[in-house]
């Protein structure tokens, strides 16, 4: 090997390594972040943070009938559904950057 090839080889090492604080930093970022997700137009909104956790649910009084619990439940899953989408678009939009033309299968 000559020369240069271990020069290259600390120059590709030394990006890796900022690659993977900018990771983390992104990671840690998306861990504080919520996105709302919706359903009925808007009668039932749900708050998932960047872990996939629930941390809020709202329900309008409206939307709210005895006779028809099921119709609630649907909404509360599909405002559910929707933020955990949301969720996974902007993890996979944020982690992407940092994979993008390596071509690696399965990462984000």
Do not use: C, S, Y
Request: no cysteine; glycine share 12%.
């Amino acid at each position: 090997m000559r020369g240069g090839g271990m020069g290259n080889m600390q120059k590709m090492m030394k990006q890796m390594q900022k690659m993977q604080k900018d990771m983390a930093k992104a990671q840690e970022e998306l861990a504080v972040k919520t996105v709302e997700g919706t359903a009925g137009g808007g009668m039932v909104t749900v708050i998932v943070n960047g872990q996939k956790e629930l941390v809020e649910v709202n329900i309008k009084e409206e939307v709210v009938d005895p006779e028809d619990i099921e119709m609630l439940q649907d909404l509360v899953l599909a405002a559910t559904n929707d933020a955990l989408k949301k969720m996974d678009d902007l993890t996979n939009d944020t982690m992407g950057q940092f994979t993008k033309g390596m071509n690696l299968p399965g990462m984000f």
